[in-house]
């Protein structure tokens, strides 16, 4: 498998609810920026495009610019297609297309930015996380930077949450969870230096599934305010060294090629 569905077009992950997306999309713009932000008048490229087809949580669309050039690839067309629409009606001009991120369709050092937000945690086969992540070196210019979002495995409601899902056969996607230490590890092998880490998203992990529930029962409003409660407990979480890597669904790195 490549990204987060195993047959491309039927297994994609069920949505966030609206405010716990925008929330989440919230977190990867401002990390972005907290790191660097996009660089003006260059090119900027997203492993997976699922958030920008189907759902709130998007974040291309978010940071967006005239003098930059995004583009983005998931292994499902059918989310490739849904996200061009979206973005063209928004008024965008991304480049946006099906493709593997273990055989990325680009030239060597083509971005001067990589986003990969939780694209390279779905993987059937954990030897396949190596072949992406070196085929992401490959198309990042020689001072660029990679963003890379992992599953979190120091958050033990979000690990076994997803582990009883699995048991219960409610997962639809392969899932693999990571520590700094394994991220580390890995990114040493394919040749980065990490500059920065972090944690991000410190959602609780079933309220998504609740709020979902909520609003397909008719409960729309209540859904609204208790997910604005959710995300401000979030962001208190968030907030405090003493809790954040223990509740981010993402630990997140900012990697350069080695010398």
């Known amino acids: 498998m490549d990204q987060k569905r195993s047959s491309a077009d039927a297994l994609r992950p069920a949505p966030v609810d609206p405010v716990l997306g925008r929330y989440k999309s919230d977190e990867f713009v401002r990390i972005v920026r907290q790191w660097g932000g996009v660089p003006e008048g260059r090119r ?6 699922n958030e920008e087809a189907f759902a709130e949580d998007q974040v291309l669309f978010s ?13 499902s067309p059918q989310a490739a297609q ?7 009606a928004s008024g965008l001009g991304h480049h946006y297309a099906a493709g593997d991120v ?5 030239q060597d050092g083509a971005f001067e930015l990589i986003l990969s937000s939780s694209t390279l945690d779905h993987f059937d086969d954990g030897a396949d996380l190596s072949v992406s992540l070196k085929e992401l070196r490959r198309v990042l210019a020689p001072a660029g930077v990679l963003i890379l979002a992992l599953n979190n495995r120091h958050n033990p409601n979000f690990y076994w949450m997803s582990r009883l899902e699995g048991l219960l056969q409610r997962r639809r996607y392969p899932m693999q969870f ?8 890995a990114a040493d092998a394919a040749g980065f230096l990490i500059d920065r880490e972090g944690s991000i998203v410190h959602l609780p992990s079933p309220a998504n599934t609740a709020l979902r529930f909520l609003r397909r029962m008719g409960g729309g409003r209540l859904a609204e305010l208790l997910g604005r409660r959710v995300v401000r ?17 993402f630990l997140v790195v900012s990697c350069r090629k080695k010398p």
Not at 44 to 49: G, I, R
Not at 65 to 70: C, E, G, T
Not at 82 to 88: D, K
């Open 44 to 49: 900027f490229f997203k492993t997976d495009l």
């Open 63 to 75: 940071l967006s610019s005239p003098s930059v050039r995004f583009f983005g690839i998931d292994v």
């Open 82 to 88: 849904a996200a061009h629409r979206r973005q063209q």
């Open 102 to 106: 273990r055989r990325l369709p680009f």
């Open 178 to 185: 990571f520590t700094f230490a394994m991220i580390r590890r």
């Open 233 to 249: 407990a979030a962001e208190w979480f968030g907030a405090r060294a003493a809790t954040r890597l223990r509740t981010g669904w």
